[in-house]
């Protein structure tokens, strides 16, 4: 099945995270399987007894079937416990003593049997195993919650880290939808739906929000979703990565909450916020300042803190303020221990959406200091550029002409400036020297840069685009926030933050890679597995039937068979085995060389050649073979000696075999240097290779010849082609038919130390 299965399913159905790999498709544990065996053989018996007068003289062809099941549902245990009680009961239920060679190839049949089905539920579960290792790759990651939903946001797998910060456990949310984890506001404004939505839009979306868990606590996630399609393009679901961001956003509410504290501590001016009941709810600190008795003021009467022959000069504009009027005065008003003092006040109402006033707030400065104020929102002016110099994002300002008139230093160093003067120009000005792209992509043209939506009005919050330098192709993944800021209802001031976000996508792509990899390799993996299937099928039951056809024959026709047919049958039956032997071994072979890793150190290629020609000696021997080896000094090479030596032992075997029967081999092996690497040459004068023929050369179970004149599996050069692969060399071939074959490989020649 394809390891991304992303369709809805019921909920039911086990999770994704859970054991899915049995040790034999449909066996339960052992003792299942063995008294299923008993069971059939049982059975097999009573059927037997019961048909006896239709059935054959023979009575072991009654108990192939019992074993045929014994084996394919419990594998070789099984197979062979069915066998032998297969035997047992053909021997004293039926009285055939006297049958003792059908008996002993019986036993035989019945073990081959049992063997093919173990080795056959051995490969199929090799093949499941690696695709439950895809399925824990997200397991491991505790810091994010990585968890996919279908298309329409059913959860359907989820890992540790999702766990960790959501608290549900996989049964728990599996098969369930994904606004199981957002507030009821956010549920009731589509918000799951429409991130979903713009995700499938876009290609990918950014979402923060608070989320819920599952003790009911709130926490501020940060999720990364990204639609997941086939190769034809169909939506198969979603995957989510949530960062819990709590802790972060609580931190930069503190700093803003201080850095605005702050500033209105620095006014030389009170300002303060007054609530319907005419009590205080804020001051700066230039009220303790101003009134002897105003150090804590809030919910105290305005009365009560600034005394009572102010509060009857401004009484008539504090309540026209809590009417709902905006009021703006000048008076002179005699402060404790400061004098009379000119001030200039203005109140500002605070209504409600329904227009009802729920306060106000005040401003009032001292005219007699507002030279001294003048000073003072110079040096606030200073504190704000040091703090605007600090930021650790880039930060810039921009007029509503598109000038840029401020930047920190930060934004000068992410683009590599060497002064924040560079900086300072036209904002169209530098529409030639970056290129701004989706993430995926699409040009953004200039109108559309995320700084000049800022400067026409508009509010940016997380735009992630490539931005790329036109004089050396330099890019970095940046993410963009921003607003305008008004003053008397027109556009000030643009203020843009630029966040360096490259290390964070290269690590999501990372993973987004990683995951489409093992996808690509189990895929292909399934892909192959479903494509030789049917050659696998045939190619083991061929022997199978040989075997059973020649022991039907030995047991129904024995009266009549000569030593000779009798001797002729038998060598049929080993025949058979032998072949089915090589195949399961050439199989072994194959998945093999394709799974385990492949350890590439420099090597001595002439040492594996070597390894080779030891490994078919037996053949060359008895072939009376001439092999002439032609190895000068050789430079290491990059590889993994097991995957050479394979791949030149199976080059070696072929040359030795497919030579026609009286004409005698002749091999030679020869080794040269290529540019940057070494090309190894097998070359033998056997029957060649027609044209037609070429493409096919490295499929897996393509046999050109007959098996009766140049026996084989069909595999051996498929092994080659892998090894090769895994080497990161190249393989190839040059024949003419009738006259033999050259095969060679290059590998990549070794750093010299």
Known sequence: MPVLNLQRRPTSRRPLGRRAVTARPGAGDWRTRYVAAVLTVLGTALLHEAFEP??????????????MLSGAYGGLGPGLVATGLGAAFAELIAKVGDLFPELLLFLGAGAAMSWGNHQFHELLRSFRASESMFRRLAADVTDYAIYMVDPEGVIISWNAG????????????????????????????RVPWNSLARAKRDGRAWDEGWRIRKDGTRFWAGVAITPIRDERGLLLGFTKVTRDMTELRKAEEAARERYLRSILDASPGLVSFIDADGRYVFTNSAYSQWFADASNPKG?????????EIYDKIRPHVEAAL???????????????????????VYVPNLAPDGSPQGFFGFVLDVDEQARAREALERERARFVAIFHSLVDGALGLSPDGEVIIVNNALARLFEFGSRAELLHKLSDFRDLFTLSTLDGRPVPFEQWPIARIARGERIDGLELLVRRVSDGREWCISFGGQPVYVAGKIDLAIAICRDVTPLRQRATRLEKMVRL???ELERSVQELERYS????????????????????LLTRRDSLSEEERERYLRSVVFGSERMDRL????????????????????????????????????????????????????????????????????????VKFVPAGKKPVIRVSAARTDGGLRIEISDNGIGIEPRYRDRMFRIFERLNASQEFPGTGIGLAIVNRAVERLGGTLGFDSEPGRGSTFWL???EAPRE
């Open 518 to 520: 093992r996808t690509s």
């Open 746 to 748: 290059t590998l990549r």
């Open 534 to 553: 049917y050659p696998v099928a045939h190619d083991l039951r061929a022997p199978l039937r040989a075997v059973y056809r020649y022991a039907e024959l």
């Open 300 to 308: 105290r009467l305005v009365r009560d803190v600034v005394g009572a």
């Open 162 to 189: 999702a766990q960790r910060i959501k608290g549900y456990t996989e049964e728990e949310v599996h098969g369930r939808h994904c606004s199981l984890f957002y507030p009821p506001e956010a549920v009731a404004a």
């Open 54 to 67: 239709f059935l054959e003289k023979s009575p072991f062809l009654t108990y192939l079937p019992a074993i």
């Open 584 to 655: 399961i071994s050439d199989l072994l072979d194959y998945s093999r060389i394709g799974q385990a890793p492949a350890a590439l150190v420099p090597i001595d290629p002439a040492a594996s050649v070597r390894a080779a020609l030891a490994a078919v000696a037996e053949d060359v021997r008895h072939r009376e073979a001439e092999i002439d080896v032609r190895l000068p000094e050789l430079p290491r090479v990059i590889g993994d000696p097991f995957l050479l030596e394979q791949a030149l032992t199976n080059l070696l075997s072929n040359a």
């Open 323 to 345: 009417a709902g009027r905006r009021v703006e005065f000048d008076t002179e008003i005699s402060y404790p221990g400061l004098g009379p003092r000119r001030v200039r006040a």
